[in-house]
């Protein structure tokens, strides 16, 4: 027999303590967010690239609280200023804060972002939001503060 199996533990020390640094490397790591394949700044950064214009947060707090001749505007659902959770305005349903100081998963998946900005826009202003009108509200959403 070789040594080894003789005495069987004698290995051990090395593997343990291998597993104990994995597990407490994986402990201390913070965990990934739980959407995010983006984050609120590179959205905006995308919208004023095409745009090609610098966004303006006055003119998205425009676009976002004022009604564009139909029934709703965006704080309708949204609330006004949305740090706080909304409420739809037909279905009551609670929605998570817009702005992202007040949620850290607004704003962090694109597919999310894209498909709610086309259907609300079109709920709200009857047509889609341009790439310069996304930047805009964008721009207001990050620098809200809770
Ligand atoms: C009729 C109600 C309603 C109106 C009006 C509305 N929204 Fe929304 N919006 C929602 C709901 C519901 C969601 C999904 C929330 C969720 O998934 O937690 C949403 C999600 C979004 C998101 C995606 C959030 C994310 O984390 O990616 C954006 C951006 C957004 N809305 C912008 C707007 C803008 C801009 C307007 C005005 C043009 C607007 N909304 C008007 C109901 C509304």
């Known amino acids: 027999m070789s040594p080894i199996s003789l005495r069987p533990w004698s290995r051990a020390p090395g593997p343990v303590l ?4 994995c597990c407490a490397w994986l402990m201390t790591t913070p ?27 006055a003119r998205g707090q425009r676009l976002f609280t004022q009604t564009h001749g139909r029934e709703w505007s965006c704080a309708s659902c949204h609330g006004e200023p949305p740090t706080r959770a909304g409420r739809h305005a037909s279905t009551g349903k609670s929605i998570a804060p817009l702005a992202p100081a007040a949620n850290p998963e607004a704003l962090t998946e694109r597919a999310r972002l894209d498909k709610w900005f086309r259907r609300n826009c079109g709920e709200v202003l009857g047509r889609a939001c341009t790439a310069a009108e996304k930047a805009d509200v964008l721009a207001y959403l ?3 503060r809770p």
């Open 142 to 144: 990050t620098r809200l």
């Open 31 to 57: 965990a990934p967010s739980l959407a995010g394949d983006t984050t609120p700044a590179a959205e905006l950064a995308r919208f004023q690239a095409e745009a090609g214009a610098p966004a303006d947060a």
């Open 18 to 21: 291998a597993a104990l640094a």
